[in-house]
């Protein structure tokens, strides 16, 4: 599990067990498959996140550090549309309020 900050102040939390660098992209890899990569350049900042933190996480945010699902960012998208603010979003997904802002900007939607 990592935290991955980006140089226009977004943060990213991504669900992976390895990291690597290649042709100036940072790669993040769960069980041999990638699943996320970032312009290396545009990386401000990279957290390893303990078990802990995302148990802590969860207490409070039951869907927290998950992966996002196609009928999630749909819904999302219709949520936004709908006038939610980034609270409402939040309790409605059980997420993190940081991966509501990051998921709205990755799609578009701030």
């Known amino acids: 599990m990592f935290r991955i900050e980006m140089s226009d102040g977004t ?3 991504v669900v992976a067990d390895r990291i690597t660098f290649d042709e100036g992209r940072t790669w993040f890899w ?3 498959v990638a699943i996320a990569s970032r312009p290396t350049a545009e990386i401000t900042g990279v957290t390893a996140m303990h078990e802990h ?8 945010h039951a869907r927290a550090f998950e992966r996002w699902t196609d ?3 749909e819904r999302l998208r219709k949520a936004r549309a709908d006038g939610l603010t980034r609270v ?4 409605l ?18």
């Open 53 to 60: 933190a995302v148990d802590a996480a969860r207490e409070t």
């Open 30 to 32: 769960s069980d041999g």
């Open 71 to 73: 009928e999630e960012d």
């Open 11 to 13: 943060t990213d939390e």
């Open 93 to 110: 997904f059980e997420r993190q309020p940081s991966a509501i802002r990051s998921r709205l900007d990755r799609l578009g939607l701030e």
């Open 88 to 91: 409402q979003l939040s309790e």
